[in-house]
């Protein structure tokens, strides 16, 4: 079956400094999600990428789906203290609504 | 406000016990999805239902059993013979359609005692 995976599933960084998680699939996707789970909470939905190399921004947030649309990968600029908590991306290679499948997640942990 | 509702939050059931979480949903979604959250594993997909009265199994359905009367409702049974019941239960709803977000209840954490 479809695989998602996600790396690096645990990531420590300084407030102020760059963050990023990466998503590989084992099949082409059709669109790829992106979530963010704060710690005790659950996930809430980011943003999607459906075209091949689309770029998406939302602030200090920069979202990526590769050529191909196998991978993909969520870059935070100068992290802040808000943006702990684990990022999911979840994807599917079928055009009905199946369930996602979601990688693993990316733990990030921000040190003042 | 729309939204989707888990209950109870927290959940303790004896071995050999059927528990039932609850899942509803006030945001007039054709889709909703239940997904179990194990440390490390990431979410997987248990069942999933596209309209009332239908619903297919997920990754991980051994063990569990659900139902879609409603459109609002999509109740979720964990049966005994779920060997490691314990984990973090998460419903989600979206439109029906592969280009929506899922929208999930704040879930239900249920330990076997």
Partial sequence: ???????????????????????????????????????????????????????????????????????????????????????????????????????KGTHLIIQP | DGGITQSPKYLFRKEGQNVTLSCEQNLNHDAMYWYRQDPGQGLRLIYYSQIVNDFQKGDIAEGYSVSREKKESFPLTVTSAQKNPTAFYLCASSRQGSFYGYTFGSGTRLTVV
């Fill in chain 1, 1 to 103: 079956g479809q695989q998602v995976m996600q790396i690096p599933q645990y990531q420590h960084v300084q407030e102020g400094e760059d963050f990023t998680t990466y998503c590989n699939s084992s099949t082409t996707l059709s669109n790829i999600q992106w979530y963010k789970q704060r710690p005790g909470g659950h996930p809430v939905f980011l943003i999607q990428l459906v075209k091949s190399g689309e770029v998406k921004k939302q602030k200090r947030l920069t979202f990526q789906f590769g050529e191909a649309k196998k991978n993909s990968s969520l870059h935070i600029t100068a992290t802040q203290t808000t943006d702990v908590g684990t990022y999911f991306c979840a994807g599917r290679s079928g055009g009905g609504a199946d369930g996602l499948t979601f990688g």
